[in-house]
């Protein structure tokens, strides 16, 4: 029962550098999306797929770039980081119906 | 423009008593509402949701009410124990198409509920 795998865990990026935030899920769920928390903002959602192949913009899409070639992954790309990136990072998936949205674990990003 | 908000940063309850956590929202689009618990260092874990088409669900010690026409839910547990001590995020979804995988949150409550 893996449900939504996020890896890293804990990442220090210096600024300017990318890296690729995993995320994978074996529960064959159509949706895929990634939010950033921080504090007393809640969770805002960054980018969001329905489907392989697609993807849309979420809230806060800026400084991110996302892609979904196959139903499990959903990486998040940041091509070059920002302390404003310093966040903790959830990716979550859902049916079609979207009554229940599972959430991985997180990935804690802080950016220097 | 915060369309979910928690207007209670934190709650302080003791053993055995009610817990009431609030949640306002502004958008008429939305459709559907969920809570989620968090603890630290961990993902946020679903506990319960409730359709705009009913007025309350119950699961167990833990009921959500919506009052559409105040745009106001909010989530009783009965009796509040220790584990329960937690982040609580109300989170809203709109209608339709691909809206269902899209959620917006709340900023979260802190429960602590003392033994």
């Known amino acids: 029962n893996a449900g939504v795998t996020q890896t890293p865990k804990f990442q220090v990026l210096k600024t300017g550098q990318s890296m690729t935030l995993q995320c994978a899920q074996d529960m064959n769920h159509e949706y895929m999306s990634w939010y950033r928390q921080d504090p007393g903002m809640g969770l805002r959602l960054i980018h969001y797929s329905v489907g392989a192949g697609i993807t849309d913009q979420g809230e806060v899409p800026n400084g991110y770039n996302v892609s979904r070639s196959t139903t499990e992954d959903f990486p998040l790309r940041l091509l070059s980081a920002a302390p404003s990136q310093t966040s903790v990072y959830f990716c979550?998936?859902?049916?079609?119906?979207?009554?229940?949205?599972?959430f991985g674990e997180g990935s804690w990003l802080t950016v220097v | 423009d915060q369309q979910v908000k928690q207007n209670s940063p934190s709650l302080s309850v003791q053993e055995g008593r009610i817990s009431i956590l609030n949640c306002d929202y502004t958008?008429?689009?939305?459709?559907?509402f969920l809570w989620y618990k968090k603890y630290p260092a961990e993902g946020p874990t679903f506990l319960i949701s409730?359709?705009?088409?009913?007025d309350k669900n119950e699961d167990g010690r833990f009921t959500v009410f919506l009052n559409k026409s105040a745009k106001h839910l909010s989530l009783h547990i009965v009796p509040s124990q220790p584990g329960d001590s937690a982040v609580y995020f109300c989170a809203a979804r709109a209608a339709g198409g691909t809206s269902y995988g899209k959620l917006t949150f709340g900023q979260g409550t802190i429960l602590t509920v003392h033994p």
């Open positions: 409730i359709s705009s088409i009913k």
């Open positions: 979550a998936s859902s049916t079609t119906e979207g009554n229940t949205i599972y």
């Open positions: 958008n008429s689009m939305f459709d559907y």
